[in-house]
């Protein structure tokens, strides 16, 4: 493990094979943002509401509109279907944490010579099936994307304001309640798994298995749980599963948890302990609460599976035990707070690239856009741009997904706007997913500078916040690596 010596110096004594598992997880790139957590504090967020949350957003009136965009490139490259369509099931799941219901998916799409049929049909498949519906599309073609698409999705959810749901509100002696699908070993290491180039070895495992059906029954069920105000904190089960979602719980809440893996609803009995608090099985949530019997019956309803998995506790450490045994015993701050590193911003001559859209009705018309009738427009207007009615605030929401080269970041920003304003809308804030390749060669760590940069000179210009966002590195294969490109999700407003 990369940073054993690190961890045995702070903890003063030898951290054991299972401890050494939870911090391969969270001293990953995708989990710990090694290399960009510093940067990413230079973008403006005033004017935003709970950006370091699940999902930012705007307030409008009484209301909020959550929304954030995440990358699923590595797993689309060794499944394109699951990889795909638990993109989408992941995004939705941040959104419905806040106790938002998802209103709206958006998808920013780039692949080599062809398009690969099962990145459309995972998306199509699993924002159908849950009745969202998907309103604005990007397809962009270049070589480079060959071994390595990029599929960045997001979603857009509203909620009623003063009933947002956060992560950091849980309270001592409050219970830890893992909340659907039975934990298999789908998407085992799947933190880790972002964090790395591609290798010839496409691991399967480290895919996770879409089950719509079941998020269908969460997103609705979680709804009606929050509506009565029966859970205290709420976070989906996303990169390292159990892991990342109670850990953070607890050092965003400044508390301890205590973890017992005999109570975790198991669909697989060969798992290992490891393997329990690193497996990504979709259609998961945590709930901190003091009323799991008020819960249960709810669950029980919509025949959603759960357990009683832990406790929230005073002593600021992170225990997990399988019955007596005890398995790990870790400061909560040092499982979370990944070490400093150097970084090799050494600079090159930006290069123009070319992007053809190959965005056409053949792909965009097998996702259902009107579903939820709140769609104003039809998609073949222009697939990229769209507008939602808010009824809760009698307005127009604008939607714009777009993305630009290292160069172009700037420009494209401004003219976003521009595209918004000349629509009617005012612009409100932006979502990105920030497209990578391997942070460690230069000139990948100079370019992202750059584009945050950019992005923060834009952003102040237009008087615009950052709300959310999502960083994704390392995509490249063993033969080529991506162009670095920024994707963005911008929104207006317009009274009606």
Known sequence: MKYKAYIKEKLKREPNEFELHLFSATYSE????????ELLKEL?????????????????????ILFKTESHNHPCAVEPFNGAATGIGGIVRDVLAMNARPIALCNSLKFGKKVIEGVIEGISYYGNCIGVPTVSTEVLQNDAFENNPIVNVTCIGIAEYDKILTSNKAKIGQKLMLVGSHTMKDGLHGASFASKKLSGDKNKLSI?????????????????????????TCQDCGAAGILSSTSEVAYKSNVGVEIDLSQIHIGDKSIKDF?????????????????????????????????????????????VKNNNKI???????LLVTVPKIEIDFTSSKLKDYKLKSINTKSIYERYDHTVGARTQLNSCDNPQFNSLWLYEENCSLGIYTFSSTVKTTYNKLIDAAKFLKSKGFTPLGITNCLNFANPEIAPTMYEFKKTIQDIKHACQELKIPVCSGNVSFYNESQTSSIINIPTFTMLGVKPL
């Open 30 to 37: 995708h989990c710990g943002y090694l290399h960009s957590k």
């Open 44 to 64: 403006p967020r005033a004017g935003a509401i709970y950006p370091t949350e699940n999902a930012g957003g705007v307030k409008i009136g009484n209301h909020a």
């Open 208 to 232: 996770q298995i879409a089950n719509p059906f079941m998020k269908k029954k969460l997103i609705e069920a979680c709804l009606e749980i929050f509506s009565k105000n029966l859970v205290t």
């Open 275 to 319: 393997e329990i608090m690193l497996s990504e099985t979709q259609e998961r949530m945590l709930f901190v609460t003091d009323k799991e019997k008020e819960i249960s019956k709810i669950l029980e309803k919509y025949e959603i599976p759960y357990s009683i998995i832990g406790k929230i506790t005073a002593n600021h450490n992170y225990t």
């Open 327 to 333: 398995l790990a015993n870790l400061p909560v701050e």
